[in-house]
């Protein structure tokens, strides 16, 4: 069973990237992985978030889900990041997380995570590549390693066929248009996986 630590640190508007999420919690849980599923904080304000059903319903739906902090990034060994596309990137919600990291940074603490993301959007073609890469950017400075899913599974090709992490597409209710749950859950045990080899190696 793997001696590593997962933090899944998400951000959603109306429920799908929460999905992946706990999707890639119980695929990590059933390998021995420690787990945390933790959202970013919301930066939107209340009179969007309310304009919109769905997304107030699931800001009220996670109200119990914690909070990532700093000290969840220390205690990580591996991260597995969902967010959804905007325009072709990643929310301002997950950014403004990933820049109050320059102080752990800054330590060399970041340096050696092992790191995955996924991601959702309205369109096949609509930036979910773009999105993931995009996050990729900033693991690179960090120095994290980042253990993208290839094509190391069949349930890749089926999800869709995304190498650089698993992505959906939803449409205007919210429905996902490919199945993922095998993709979502083959990135959680590799990511983990990695982690473990990672880990050994670090404390050979
Ligand atoms: C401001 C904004 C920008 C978006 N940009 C894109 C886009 O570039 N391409 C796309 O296909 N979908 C885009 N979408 C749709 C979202 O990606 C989609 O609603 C999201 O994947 C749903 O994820 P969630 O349920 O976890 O919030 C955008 C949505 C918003 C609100």
Redesign the pocket.
């Known amino acids: 069973m793997a001696n590593v630590n997962l933090a899944i640190i998400y ?8 999905k992946l999420a706990k999707w890639a919690e119980e695929a990590a849980k059933e390998v021995g992985a420690d787990v945390k599923v933790l959202k970013v904080p919301e930066l939107a304000p209340q009179e969007a978030i309310k304009s919109n059903p ?2 107030k319903a ?1 800001v009220e739906a996670t109200k119990d889900v914690p909070t990532v902090t700093l000290n969840d990034l220390e205690w990580a060994d591996a991260i597995i990041f969902s ?6 990137n990643i929310p301002s919600q997950m950014k403004q997380f990933l820049d109050t990291t320059g102080g752990l940074w800054f330590q060399g603490k970041l340096a050696n995570k092992v790191v995955s993301a996924m ?5 096949a073609h ?3 590549e773009q999105t993931v890469l995009q996050l990729y950017t900033t693991m690179y400075h960090w120095g994290a390693i980042v253990a993208a899913t290839g094509y190391t599974d069949p349930a890749i090709f089926a999800g869709g066929g995304n190498p650089y992490g698993t992505s959906v ?2 449409d205007q209710n ?1 429905n996902m248009m490919e199945n993922v749950e095998a993709a979502v859950k083959h990135q959680a045990r590799r990511t983990v996986q990695v982690a473990e080899w990672v880990k050994k190696g670090l404390q050979s």
Do not use: E, K
């Open positions: 951000y959603s508007s109306t429920g799908t990237n929460y769905a997304w699931h967010m959804p596309t905007r325009f072709g991601t959702s959007a309205q369109n609509g930036g979910q597409t939803v919210g």
